[in-house]
C-alpha cells in the first residue's frame, strides 16, 4: 500500500510540474508586459529611445503605471543632473581654465543645483497626485521641470562665444544636452489617476 500512495504522489507532482510549466510558459512575461508598458509610454516623448533606455532597467519598479513610470523618470532625471553636478564641480577645480570658464562653471554648478531641487520638488509633489487639487500639483509639477529646463538653458549659455575652451565647451554642452534630454521626457508621460 505504501509503493502505491508513494507512486500516486509521485505522478500528482509530475503532473502539477508539467501543468505549471505550460501554464507559466502560457503568461505573458510580466517583465516583457512592464518593459512594453514603458516602450509604448516613452512613444509619446520628445526622445522616446532615451526615455525607454533610461526607464527599462527600472521595469520590475514601474510595473505598469502611468505614476510610478513618472516618478521613476523624475529619479532618472535627477541622477543624472546629479552625476553632472559633480562632474562639473571637479572640472571647475581643474587647472588651465580661464577666470571665465571658472565664473561659466560656476554659474553652470549653481543651476544645476537649482535643477535639481526643482525635479525634487516635482518628484515630492508627484507622490501626492490624488484628490481635488490633482491639476493644480500637476500645474506646479510641470513649472518646476519647465523651470529645470530653463535652468540647463541658461547653463549652456555661459559657454556661448569664442573666447570658450572648445574641448571644455563641447563637453559641458554634452553633459547638459544629456540632463535636458532626461528632464523633457518628463512632459511626455500622462500622469492622470
Known sequence: ????????????????????????AARPDSGETNREF???????????????SSLSSRSSVIGVSPQLLANESLSVSIETAQSTSAMMIKVAHSQGMTPREVGAMQDCVE?????????RKSLGEMKQLRGRDFDMKMSDIQTWVSAALTNEDTCTEGFAGKAMNGKLKTVVRGKIVEVAHMTSKCFGFDQHP
Open 1 to 24: 500500500m505504501e509503493g502505491c500512495c508513494n507512486y500516486n504522489h509521485y505522478n500528482f507532482l509530475t503532473v502539477f510540474l508539467i501543468l505549471l510549466a505550460f501554464t507559466t
Open 111 to 119: 543651476e544645476l543645483s537649482d535643477t535639481v531641487s526643482e525635479l
Open 38 to 52: 514603458i516602450r509604448t509610454s516613452c512613444k509619446s516623448t520628445t526622445y522616446p529611445n532615451l526615455c525607454f
